[in-house]
């Protein structure tokens, strides 16, 4: 068969979405709620689930801190689901952040050096081995996406830096990003269908901006309304610089207690709930 024989038109196929939010905000709740998951916990989330009822609690998988080698535990949890027959329709990592703290601290381990910025011969190569650790690992849940129809879902927590210089003003403004470094975080934020901030509602109070010069003379305390959203798009919304989306979904969704969204939103959902 020639190679132009070998084309084919686009299918709908399961996503694979990056989660980012703050502790607190929700987000093993949230990815518990895709069909039929199974987590790759490199934290103890379980306590979420401990008051759903037992039919739809998701699976929970050891947690990687008790392994010996968490990257090898990861790749050979990902090469069972692809060589077994099983039921789960979702892989989820929770979280990817913690996961490659771990990575590092079996890099570092490995080369005998007490910090991982001194392992791999330092100047910071580390961070281009860690990088290959979490493209294997995003490479295999490729495969779980295209060889058994897993959706897969990773969760980050996030980190707020404060930014000078804003384009249109003088003064601060703080954005959001996954709590890593920025080679290792580049393989999900490059790979994914889609980058969302799962976040609560919130408004600034009190702050004081010098109105000759647009400078902020005074930070205001930031409150929230307790109503959780998921951030899409980082398109006329300060911030977050990292949200994107191959969906076209609205640029906020409201997340109701209890309710995955997504999951009205997204074709490969509302077409296998049509079938």
Not at 139 to 163: A, P
Not at 197 to 212: C, D, P, S
Request: charge should be negative; hydrophobic fraction near 35%; proline fraction near 4%.
């Amino acid at each position: 068969m020639s190679i132009l024989e070998q084309a084919t038109k686009a299918k709908v196929r399961p996503p694979i979405l990056t989660i980012i939010g703050s502790k607190g905000t929700g987000k093993s709740t949230l990815a518990g709620l895709f069909p039929n998951a199974v987590f790759i916990r490199g934290e103890d989330g379980s306590s979420v689930f401990e008051d759903w009822e037992e039919s739809i609690q998701p699976y929970l998988l050891p947690q990687l801190i008790t392994q010996d080698s968490p990257r090898m535990n990861v790749l050979h949890t990902i090469g069972e689901l692809l060589t077994t027959e099983h039921s789960f329709e979702t892989l989820v990592i929770d979280t990817i952040n913690t996961m490659n703290t771990l990575f590092e601290r079996e890099l570092a381990k490995r080369d005998g050096v007490t910090n991982v910025v001194e392992s791999c011969g330092g100047f910071q190569k580390c961070f281009d081995e860690l990088k290959m650790w979490n493209l294997k690992i995003f490479e295999g849940c490729e495969r779980l996406r295209n060889e058994k129809n897993m959706s897969i879902v990773f969760l980050s927590h996030s980190i707020d830096k404060k930014i000078k210089n804003s384009p249109d003003e003088n003064s601060d403004y703080v954005v959001w990003a996954i709590d890593m470094h920025a080679k290792p975080a580049s393989v999900y934020l490059n790979g994914s269908d889609g980058v969302y901030y799962l976040t609560k509602e919130a408004f600034i109070v009190g702050a004081e901006v010098n109105k000759r010069t647009g400078a902020t003379t005074k930070y205001g305390r930031k409150t929230e309304s307790g109503n959780r959203v998921l951030i899409t798009s980082g398109d006329g919304k300060t911030g977050y610089i990292d949200a994107k989306d191959r969906y076209k979904l609205p640029a906020e969704i409201p997340v109701e207690h209890g309710e995955n969204p997504l999951l009205k939103l997204i074709s490969f959902y509302t077409t296998n709930t049509q079938a």
